[in-house]
Nanobody, 125 residues
Framework: QVQPVESGGGLVQAGGSLRVSCAASGRTFSSYAVGWFRQVPGKEREFVAVITRNGGSTYYADSVKGRFTISRDNAKNTVYLKMNSLIPEVTAVYFC??????????????????WGQGTQVTVSS
C-alpha cells in the first residue's frame, strides 16, 4: 500500500500562488491515480483535481479550472497542486488521496483508499 503525505500549505494573500505537494511512502506512486480534495469545517470534503497514473490526463472541478494545475513527478514519488490567482473562498484543508493499486481515476472520494493528513491553505483578503 501507499501512504500520502501532504506539505506546502500556508497563509497567502489573495491573488497570490501556492504549490502543495503530496509525497508517497511505501509502494511506487506511479501505480496510483491521485486526487486532491478539500474540506472546510461543517462541509463535505469536495473533489478538486485528479491525475492519472502516468500523468497523461487530468480533470478539475469547475470551480478551479484555469487556476489550479495538478501534476506529478513519478521519479520523485510526488504529486503537486499549483494554485494561482488565489481567493479567500478556496481556504480549506487540502487532502491528497490515492486510489487502490492500478485503478483508474475517479472524482468520487469514497473510491479513494489512501489519504494523507491534510495541509491547511489559508487565503487572506
Amino acid at each position: 500500500q501507499v501512504q500520502p503525505v501532504e506539505s506546502g500549505g500556508g497563509l497567502v494573500q489573495a491573488g497570490g500562488s501556492l504549490r502543495v505537494s503530496c509525497a508517497a511512502s511505501g509502494r511506487t506512486f506511479s501505480s496510483y491515480a491521485v486526487g486532491w480534495f478539500r474540506q472546510v469545517p461543517g462541509k463535505e470534503r469536495e473533489f478538486v483535481a485528479v491525475i492519472t497514473r502516468n500523468g497523461g490526463s487530468t480533470y478539475y472541478a469547475d470551480s478551479v479550472k484555469g487556476r489550479f494545475t495538478i501534476s506529478r513527478d513519478n521519479a520523485k514519488n510526488t504529486v503537486y497542486l499549483k494554485m494561482n490567482s488565489l481567493i479567500p473562498e478556496v481556504t480549506a484543508v487540502y487532502f491528497c488521496a490515492a486510489r487502490r493499486f492500478g485503478a483508474t481515476w475517479s472524482l468520487i472520494k469514497s473510491e479513494y483508499d489512501y489519504w494523507g493528513q491534510g495541509t491547511q491553505v489559508t487565503v487572506s483578503s
